[in-house]
């Protein structure tokens, strides 16, 4: 009997020093997205277009506090590479992150690991970016 209460003493003395499990998964953020639409100032590009033009948003996490992004757009073959920059993220919501500005830590986008939304202004012109895992 005396053994039962040392065990279970130890036993529950174990348990609760475990490391208690994040129910919520952080979502991978890194990784190629579908882009779907890019406006630049009055002109917008509605990808795929019909006409043999793609484009891909490829984002990589320097560090916890950073996603790096850049687009590759891919015309009949040919492929010419946009570095759109280095953003701060923050965590939002659940998976959401939200995307700030560098230099003013304003919100210009959210990415999930999913979604992925720019939307910010940059010498005079409006910059959006819709793309999808």
Do not use: H
């Not at 998964?25 to 100032?41: C, H, K, N």
């Not at 320097?62 to 790096?68: F, H, R, V």
């Not at 210009?108 to 409006?126: C, H, Y």
């Amino acid at each position: 009997m005396k053994n039962r209460i040392i065990f279970s003493i130890l036993f529950l003395t174990v348990v609760s020093c475990l490391p208690k499990k994040n129910k919520d998964v952080e979502p991978d953020l890194a990784g190629t997205y579908q882009v779907s639409r890019i406006s630049i100032g009055s002109t917008t590009v509605n990808y795929p277009d019909g006409n043999g033009t793609s484009a891909n948003a490829v984002i990589t996490r320097p560090s916890d506090s950073q996603i790096n992004v850049t687009v590759i757009e891919t015309e009949n073959g040919k492929t010419s590479t946009e570095p759109y920059g280095t953003f701060t993220i923050r965590k939002a919501s659940g998976k959401e992150y939200d995307i700030l500005s560098s230099t003013n830590s304003v919100r210009i986008g959210s990415i999930n690991g999913t979604d992925f939304t720019l939307d910010f202004t940059s010498s005079g012109k409006r910059y959006t970016l819709i793309a999808r895992k």
